[in-house]
């Protein structure tokens, strides 16, 4: 489990500065931002955000919630920095930051509103994870979770993977599209909720899609999960894949070039 969990560390630490510039992840931000806006009302929540990132999801939330308390945690220390310089960009001064592994999360306060964006896929074991994470709930608090849809990164990755496995990714050779901790299907979620004994839950689902033109497909690939795939390579079989992919994506681009990013994402919202 430390193994892959340094793995992680070691992806999101090399892509940090990229990775706030992606799109799909400040729309998303918004949305859990209505979904606690909506869930609870009371003056002075403590909320906690857990692997989070360069904190899309924190500073959206402490912007629209200024007496609120929130704690932001990350892994990363690469993108706690980020997270922490624009927090200072925006003028958030709300949100203490973390260096924190979420698998080892063990706290001697509770929290209102706890949100894990786009994390719990990555994890060795989300189940234990999440029983962690209702544990510092308050009674009456509200935990928010998102993954990606089945379709989501389509046709795209599905030209990808097979180029990384064929010039020489181990990761990608090991990686299983079609495991439920994927959590790609809403009965995947539902199989989580249930082992992590959670009955009380609702699943959204959001549309997330805009244009990308190839090169900013292929920026996208190296600043999100799959740049430790491509960083594996060779840097002639990198340039192999990249040329074989723009190849097999011609047959999907519009009149301007681009291939429709689909990032279209479940918002599982559980009820303490």
């Known amino acids: 489990m430390q193994k892959k969990q340094d793995q992680v560390k070691d992806i999101f630490q090399n892509v940090a500065i990229k990775y706030d510039e992606i799109e799909f992840f400040k729309i998303s931000a918004r949305h859990v931002a209505e979904i606690v806006k909506a869930k609870q009302t009371k003056e002075n929540l403590k909320i906690l955000d857990v692997a989070c990132g360069t904190g899309n999801v924190v500073l959206v939330c402490a912007s629209c919630l200024k007496d609120a308390q929130f704690e932001a945690m990350d892994i990363s220390d690469g993108m706690l920095a980020v997270a922490k310089e624009n927090a200072q960009q925006q003028g958030v001064d709300n949100v203490c930051f973390t260096l924190q592994d979420i698998t080892k999360l063990s706290l001697d306060r509770k929290y209102d ?138 047959e999907y681009k519009d009149e301007e070039g681009c291939v429709e990013l689909i990032a279209d994402s479940y918002f599982t919202v559980v009820n303490a």
Not at 211 to 222: A, G, Q, Y
Not at 238 to 250: G, S, T
């Open 113 to 250: 509103v706890i949100t894990c964006s786009y994390a719990l896929f990555f994890l060795p074991d989300a189940v234990n994870v999440l029983k962690s994470l209702m544990l510092h709930l308050n009674e009456g608090g509200t935990l928010i979770f998102t993954s990606f849809l089945d379709k989501a990164f389509s046709p795209t990755v599905n030209r990808l993977l097979p180029l990384l496995v064929k010039y020489g990714s181990p990761s990608a050779k090991e990686y299983d599209m079609n495991k439920w901790e994927n959590l790609k299907h809403e009965a995947d979620i539902e199989r989580l909720c249930s082992e992590a004994n959670i009955t009380q839950f609702e699943i959204q689902t959001k549309e997330i899609r805009y244009p990308l033109n190839l090169d900013e497909w292929w920026e996208l690939l190296n600043n999100t999960g799959f740049s430790g795939m491509l960083m594996e390579l060779s840097s002639k079989n990198y340039e192999h894949v990249k040329v074989e992919l723009f190849e097999a994506l011609v």
